[in-house]
């Protein structure tokens, strides 16, 4: 219980006290006690405090007078004491202005001495705040005894709501219910706490503990020296009457989750980190026998029989966005990387429980899991609609973000994981390359372009590729054509004439006129004989060269 105004008339020498103005503000709380005889200095600290006056420096001043009334009423001063003697009474003005302020004007007689108003009241004060302090640390105590005896956030919640005597809920900084005992309205839980979440995100300087507009007092759980907010306790009071035992209380819970939060945190990174490097040496192929790798995933609660191809999700221009807004700091990336985590996560859980998801660099791999003996066809339909979920509903929680997915080929055995990997890497970065705008790379749809990705940076191949169809890059650089480009549509239509038009978004006889000027230039008739293998394998390769400054042929 704090000392308010309307207690401080009955304390001491105010009880010979007269309120001037009308009965506004009785509650407001009395904090500090000082003496104002000098005109207020504007830097001075009002809030919460109560002030002794004659007005002795401003007595033949009406108009300061009434300027101290209006700074003490802005800085939120609890009330102020006008002792009689240097002026016998205030002026009307002066009284009025307070009023019109609601600022508490009270009037005692000139022989009341300002101790005997000081000493009582803040002996009053001191108790209030010693009574708050050991309540505060009985709490605590209380609290902390629930997560030391491994009760979790559950029972934290369970004691707050008993507490408080209101609905209480601890959620994540993911927006997941963590304990709610008694909260009937989950929508308008999960609705505040985001709002919540995004106010503290915008807005650094806002007041951490406040009320919703539906009566719901968000309190985040911070952590770290930096204030990382890991979730909110939330509690549902309509009629916003929570008093300081009720935020004293709020506050040790959401301190006391934050250290039980903090210790889970510690918890699931070395569980990652474990299980981080233990997919990395079965994909590296780093194992001494089947029977090893599969004791060592039981031992992580994992299952690897049914697992058969490796699917990896990557952020699009995750690292050119780190370099290009370098200034946001780590912090802000590494919560991105966190939240690309937790999104991927979620969706797989959801859709395939028996997954494996594992956080590699800036990309997630995912293990799929599938029935013992499924054959391959209704396999690649349920990767398939997995990924395509990913893709979908991934992006909503990352800002829209785009996202990239590839799948490797299917493995026939643990050991052949290592391959399927390799591949989904491999089917990643052809697909970047290329700008494929496919939303899922699937390997064995863009084999071929890795294995001319892997040609095209050998020396034999780059000169038998400038042989083939150098002289018509040149051309194409130096007059701004696209003859490459039309040649190979040419080859991917099976040389059907109106489909290339089409494709190229030119006339047949455009088409016609480019590839009689293809044959020029080349020399020879690309489209004779086994010619087509090789002018079509240039054209492929080409694409590679187009993506990578470094690859381009020089001018002969």
């Known amino acids: 219980m704090s000392v308010t105004v309307a207690q401080a008339l009955k304390i001491g020498g105010l009880t010979r006290g007269r309120l001037l103005t009308r009965p506004f503000n009785l509650d407001n709380v009395i904090e500090y006690v000082d003496i104002i005889e000098i005109p207020y200095i504007p830097d001075w600290e009002a809030e919460s405090h109560l002030f002794l006056t004659s007005f002795y420096a401003i007595k033949d001043n009406i108009q300061e007078q009434i300027h101290t009334i209006e700074i003490l009423a802005e800085k939120k001063c609890a009330a102020l004491v006008f002792q009689q003697g240097v002026i016998e009474h205030l002026p009307e003005s002066v009284i009025q202005r307070a009023d019109q302020l609601r600022l508490p004007l009270i009037e005692v007689p000139k022989d009341v001495e300002y101790r005997s108003i000081i000493t009582p009241l803040v002996g009053a004060i001191l108790r209030d705040k010693s009574f708050l302090l050991q309540r505060s640390q009985d709490i605590h105590r209380r609290l902390m005894d629930l997560i030391l005896n491994g009760q979790g956030l559950g029972a934290l919640a369970e004691a707050l709501s008993e507490l408080v005597g209101r609905p209480v809920a601890i959620v994540d900084r993911w927006n997941n219910i963590i304990a709610t005992p008694d909260f009937e309205d989950v929508d308008l839980l999960r609705e505040n706490v985001l709002a919540g979440s995004m106010c503290l995100q915008q807005n650094q300087d806002l007041a951490l503990h406040r009320y919703s507009s539906q009566g719901l007092w968000l309190a985040p759980i ?317 054209t492929k390769m080409a694409k590679f060269l187009a993506t990578n400054s470094s690859s381009v042929i020089p001018s002969r």
């Open 222 to 538: 911070l952590s770290g020296h930096k204030a990382v907010v890991e979730g909110f306790v939330v509690v549902h009071d309509p009629a916003k009457r929570l008093d300081q035992f009720d935020l004293v209380a709020v506050e040790q819970t959401a301190t006391i989750a934050a250290l039980d939060l903090v210790k889970q945190k510690a918890v699931l990174e070395t569980e990652r980190r474990l299980k981080r490097d233990f997919i990395e040496d079965v994909l590296g192929g780093e194992h001494h026998s089947p029977e090893a790798i599969m004791s060592r995933a039981r031992a992580l609660g994992w299952v690897l029989t049914g697992k058969q191809v490796v699917m990896l999700v990557d952020l699009d221009s995750f690292e050119r966005d780190y370099l290009a807004h370098a200034e946001r700091g780590e912090a802000y990336f590494q919560e991105l990387k966190e939240q690309f985590l937790y999104a991927v996560t979620k969706i797989v859980i959801g859709n395939n429980p028996l997954s494996i998801i594992v956080d590699r660099s800036d990309s997630i791999i995912v293990l799929p899991h599938f029935e013992e003996e499924l054959p391959p066809a209704p396999a690649r339909r349920q990767v398939k609609a997995l990924a395509e979920i990913i893709r979908e509903q991934a992006p909503k929680h990352l800002n829209d973000l785009s996202i990239s997915i590839a799948i490797g080929g299917f493995a026939d055995s643990l050991a052949e994981l290592s391959r399927s990997y390799r591949e989904a890497r491999m089917a990643l970065a052809v697909g970047r390359k290329l700008a494929l705008e496919k939303p899922v790379i699937w390997y064995d749809d863009v084999a071929l372009y890795v294995q001319l990705d892997i040609l095209i940076k050998q020396p034999e191949t780059r000169r038998w590729f400038e042989q083939i169809i150098g002289s018509l890059i040149d051309y194409d650089r130096n007059n701004g054509t696209e003859l490459v480009k039309t040649l190979e549509v040419y080859f991917d239509v099976n040389q059907m004439s109106q489909r290339a038009a089409y494709q190229l978004c030119i006339h047949p006889k455009t088409l016609k006129y480019r590839l009689r000027r293809i044959e020029e230039i080349l020399g020879t008739d690309p489209l004779l004989g086994d010619r087509q293998l090789n002018f079509y394998l240039a």
